[in-house]
């Protein structure tokens, strides 16, 4: 799977580092702490698979960092992750255009991420 180009956003840098941690094995990884970093980054680059967090400190959503990635890239292969149980949420992001959904049970399973990056590629 050489060389595959891997974009993970979340507000949480422990997490970014965490999940990059064990992605890096095997892809080219590229981390954002916020939404408009993300927005930014993947306007000037595209990407493999792009893991975004729906739940961001900021005022950009991880729902508006979808429906963006989703504009610009209308066959982008994105993963949502989110340590809340929302259904309505869940929804709102199948509804952006997801591909897969993780959540974030006390901690990031990485390899849970991993297997979905995988499976999308």
Same mark, same amino acid.
């Given at each position: 799977?050489?060389?595959?180009?891997? /974009?993970?956003? @979340? @507000? *949480?840098? +422990?997490?970014? @580092?965490?999940?990059? &941690?064990? #992605?890096?094995?095997?892809?080219?990884? +590229?981390? =954002? /702490?916020?939404? &408009?970093?993300?927005?930014? !980054?993947?306007?000037?680059?595209?990407?493999?698979?792009?893991?975004? @967090?729906?739940? #961001?400190?900021?005022? %950009? %959503?991880?729902?508006?960092? !979808?429906?963006?990635?989703?504009?610009?890239?209308?066959? =982008?292969?994105?993963? =949502?992750? %989110?340590?809340?149980?929302?259904?309505? #949420?869940? $929804? *709102?992001?199948?509804?952006?255009?997801?591909?897969?959904?993780? /959540?974030?049970?006390?901690?990031? $399973?990485?390899? &849970?991420?991993?297997?979905?990056?995988? &499976? #999308? /590629?």
């Amino acid at each position: 799977m050489g060389n595959k180009r891997i /974009l993970v956003m @979340d @507000d *949480e840098e +422990e997490i970014c @580092d965490f999940i990059k &941690e064990k #992605l890096e094995r095997e892809f080219e990884v +590229e981390t =954002a /702490l916020t939404g &408009e970093s993300a927005i930014e !980054i993947f306007s000037k680059y595209s990407f493999d698979v792009y893991v975004f @967090d729906l739940r #961001l400190s900021t005022s %950009t %959503t991880g729902i508006d960092v !979808i429906k963006k990635c989703r504009e610009i890239y209308p066959d =982008a292969k994105i993963i =949502a992750m %989110t340590g809340y149980v929302d259904q309505n #949420l869940k $929804q *709102e992001a199948f509804d952006a255009g997801i591909s897969h959904y993780a /959540l974030k049970p006390s901690g990031i $399973q990485p390899d &849970e991420i991993y297997k979905k990056v995988c &499976e #999308l /590629l």
